[in-house]
């Protein structure tokens, strides 16, 4: 299984040194948080492979999470969060297959430096 994210701030190569260090960083600091929450427990849960991919997204092309497989790309507008507060919280969870362009776009960007 393969996770696909992007960073959480976009460095843009004509900011000052200070703003990119700040923001690498914040990205550090995201990269590690989802390495703790998510990639750690799936992997102590699951017995396969599971990988991470961070990507650069200058454009802000991911935002709708998706979760596909060999037959079905799934939708989830809001994310995977799908409780707050112990509630269930308002999601819409639709098929997608129409989604298999964008999703073929995201996989295909820049990795992202984490260093």
Sequence with gaps: MTIFTC?????RPDEIDTAKENKARQNK???EIVVH???EPLKRKFSWPIKLVVKEDPQGIFHARHLETSY???L????FDLFKDGTL???IVKIDNGSYTHLRECRELPDAELG
Excluded at 7 to 11: D, G, N
Excluded at 76 to 79: K, L, M, N, S
Aim: proline share 0%; aromatic share 10%.
């Design 37 to 39: 929450d998510l990639l």
């Design 7 to 11: 960073q959480k701030r976009h460095i």
């Design 72 to 74: 079905v790309r799934v």
């Design 29 to 31: 600091e995201a990269y």
């Design 89 to 91: 919280k308002r999601n």
């Design 76 to 79: 989830f507008d809001r994310g």
